[in-house]
């Protein structure tokens, strides 16, 4: 699709998805990565390792999107507040947000191999405890391990990607991962529709782990050690501070947000976050360059001004991702299999959409994609203003996808390459890796913040619903005047390297 073209659009790669459900926009972030690692020497077997780490990359979109279709049925099932359904979705992010930075350099130290092995077996644990869970910490903790799992293979799996291929050939390889997250991600909502209109929500954790087991047996035998760095800095204070302020501040709004008032605990939440991300500046100026987030990162008003837009844009994403199939179950009472196979369309959307960006990026410069797609996004959340309890899937609820697919493909991948492309080849990786873990956080926050929609019902939930999506619409404009901050210029291609 869009980002090997805007990479360089004269090299022949060909990348097909993207996650349809709550992680849509995570794949080009993600694969980033990959697109700035080195070609490690004595990899004898490529294909190999494009396999194993498509499969393990696999897992990390499956287990969102099957939660984001099944959240009214558990939430029913175990009695949870809107609270408890929040924490639900967070509980995975946090540790995704907090700790991929420092999983990733775990694995430069100790060997990628080892660390993806240690996610996949904890995801495997996680996924297991959710499909026996019967109460609402039981159901945290798999999630959070869930999560955890997901924060160790994403970056380590596509660091092993990135070092199995020359560059000439890394684009292809990073369309290929693409390809199969996305081809995971469409099936799964799709297949966990058609499973609760014939079972329990349990089933499509259960059915989860033999793919669990595949990846982890292909891992064992095809992928071989990665490079390893004894000097690779793990930077574990800033990783903790990371999780201390995100948790603390979701908490807090997350009561907020469920009418809770400026109560005590609320302001003990808001003042830990505060401390804490006080004392994380303080840790990561003292580190320097040895820092999870190295302050010379954000020397760029560019690169401020992409991860601005990022944390911006995703929070409209993710709160339409999470309440518009919440929404089309208990507000407009469609079938669970509708709403399955519901984002399906946004694939070829975006496959004919994308190129688009790419003639926007060449003919106009860097910004103008942006901006475009916020736009776009905005519009996407007015339009689910036509969602209520009579809709009907056609002609109420597909436009909003449509607009929201037009818009995250004229801005994900041009937003990826923005962050590539702003700061020297050697640190393009940990540029890629905090761009990622800011989205993650985005989404976080704008959860924590959904607690007034999920506690309602019916017209309740409809006009909670609105007022979110406006609110949205209002957060996706911010994002497209964030794009101001970046520095104007051509598009440059980002060209992988060896």
């Known amino acids: 699709m869009f980002l090997a073209h805007t990479l360089n ?31 490690a020497r004595g990899i004898p077997n490529s294909n190999a390792v494009l396999a194993g780490t498509s499969l393990a990359g696999c897992l990390a979109f499956v287990g969102g999107s099957v939660v984001t279709v099944g959240l009214s049925a558990i939430g029913r099932d175990l009695k949870l507040s809107s609270a408890e359904l929040q924490w639900l979705v967070n509980a995975e992010l946090l540790p995704l947000a907090a700790l991929t930075l420092v999983a990733g ?44 799992g997901e924060a160790f293979i994403l970056p380590n799996s596509l660091s092993l990607l990135g070092q199995g291929f020359p560059a000439e050939s890394k684009a292809r390889a990073v369309g290929v991962w693409s390809a199969a997250a996305a081809v995971a991600s469409a099936i799964a909502p799709a297949a966990t529709g058609a499973i609760l209109v014939a079972g329990g929500w349990r089933i499509p954790f ?12 292909l891992t064992v035998v095809w992928i071989p050690e990665g490079t390893r760095r004894a000097d690779a800095p793990i930077d574990v204070g800033g990783a903790t501070l990371s999780a201390v302020g995100l948790g603390s501040l979701a908490a807090g709004l997350t009561n907020l947000s469920n009418s809770a008032g400026l109560t ?21 100026r003292h580190r320097g360059k040895r820092a999870m987030l190295p302050p010379s990162l954000f020397a760029s008003r560019s690169v401020v001004g992409a991860n601005l837009f990022t944390a911006l844009l995703y929070g409209p994403l993710s709160a339409i991702f999470t309440l518009l199939p919440f929404v089309m179950i208990r507000g407009a009472e469609l ?36 901006l475009a797609g916020a736009i776009v996004t905005a519009f996407a959340c007015l339009a689910t203003l036509r969602i209520d309890e009579r809709s009907f899937y056609l002609a109420d609820i597909f436009p909003s996808i449509l607009l929201l697919a037009i818009g995250m493909s004229l801005a994900i991948a041009p937003l990826t390459t923005l962050v590539l492309t702003t700061v020297e080849v050697d640190h393009a990786g940990t540029a890629a890796g905090v761009n990622a873990a800011v ?18 019902g019916g017209s309740e939930l409809i006009a909670g619903f609105h007022t979110a999506m406006v609110w949205s619409a209002v957060v996706s404009v911010l994002a497209a005047l964030s794009v101001l901050i970046v520095e104007p210029g051509p598009h440059v291609d980002f060209i992988p390297r060896d």
Not at 114 to 143: E, P
């Open 335 to 370: 079938s669970v299999l509708i709403v399955g196979f519901a984002f399906i369309p946004v694939q070829a959307v975006m496959t004919i959409v994308s190129p688009l960006a790419g003639m926007l990026c060449r003919r106009f410069g860097r910004r103008t994609p942006l």
């Open 105 to 148: 350099a775990l694995g430069d130290r100790f060997g990628q191999k080892r660390m993806l092995i240690t996610g996949i077996v904890v995801f495997g644990l996680g996924i297991a405890t959710m499909s026996i869970a019967t109460g609402s910490l039981a159901l945290f903790a798999a999630r959070f391990l869930q999560g955890l």
């Open 206 to 217: 259960v059915l989860l782990l033999p793919l669990v087991a595949a990846a982890f047996f």
């Open 9 to 39: 659009p004269n090299r022949k790669t060909n990348i097909n998805g993207l996650n349809m459900v709550s992680g849509a926009s995570q794949v080009f972030a993600d694969g980033a990565i990959a697109l700035s690692e080195r070609k």
């Open 264 to 284: 005590s605990f609320v302001m003990g939440c808001f003042g830990a976050s505060l401390v804490a991300f006080l004392a994380m500046i303080v840790v990561e």
């Open 439 to 456: 989205s993650r956080a985005g989404s976080l926050l704008a959860v924590a913040l959904l607690g007034g929609v999920l506690r309602g």
